[in-house]
């Protein structure tokens, strides 16, 4: 994650305000996940703005499927299969790669480490369910984060509705431009885009999503 004074790859530290976005609209902080480094800037990658969205008009690779996902994937099955110990052991896999590979950029201004991270492994058995549930889906959060996946797994596991109200409910406290004042999620409809009305006259044994 790009942040205020920290080196930003090969672009510089970041100064805040207006750097690459306006951080009063978008926050203080920035993908650094997908995006390419000033030296590839102008070989067909687009603009910092194209590749930040995944704008199809950029050469910015996006990765649909990674390891990480089909592991996390099979942790999600041993849980709901009753192994959850195994579930423990793929979870694992995930941590050590992140414990051995972490690289942690220096802060211009001290001189230190931008951050201190802890990572560490589960070494006690699970033997519940529901904590082994939470932890592997708690885990999806931290890796995929910034990566798009996010709203996916909370409507793919039937609990977008409750998350996605809580996080409306704080927002609106923080949002200056009253963009939030009206938002809301409603369970059973916005989980799914509305299929477009020329493809239902095309075929029409397709039926409109809930709601709309």
Request: with cysteine.
């Amino acid at each position: 994650m790009g942040r205020r004074g920290v080196p930003y790859l090969d672009w510089g530290v970041d100064p805040g305000a207006n750097w690459v976005e306006n951080q009063s609209f978008g926050g203080p902080y920035i993908n650094i996940k997908n995006m390419f480094t000033q030296a590839e800037e102008g070989a067909g990658f687009g603009g910092i703005i194209s590749a930040y969205y995944y704008v199809g008009n950029s050469a910015v690779n996006y990765n649909i499927i990674r390891y990480a996902d089909v592991l996390l994937w099979a942790a999600e099955a041993e849980v709901e299969a009753g192994s959850v110990d195994q579930a423990r052991t793929y979870v694992n896999m995930i941590r050590s790669r992140t414990m051995n590979g972490c690289t942690v950029p220096i802060d211009n201004s001290s001189g230190a480490p931008s951050a201190h991270y802890t990572m560490s492994l589960y070494n006690a058995p699970w033997t519940s369910q529901s904590y082994a549930r939470n932890a592997v889906r708690f885990e999806r959060r931290l890796e995929f984060a910034m990566e798009g996946h996010r709203f996916f797994d909370l409507v793919r596991w039937g609990i977008a509705g409750p998350y996605l109200n809580a996080f409306l409910q704080v927002e609106k406290t923080r949002d200056v431009g009253s963009v939030l004042s009206t938002a809301q999620f409603t369970t059973g409809r916005n989980e799914y885009y509305p299929i477009p009305q020329q493809e239902i006259i095309l075929d029409p044994k397709l039926v409109q999503n809930p709601g709309y």
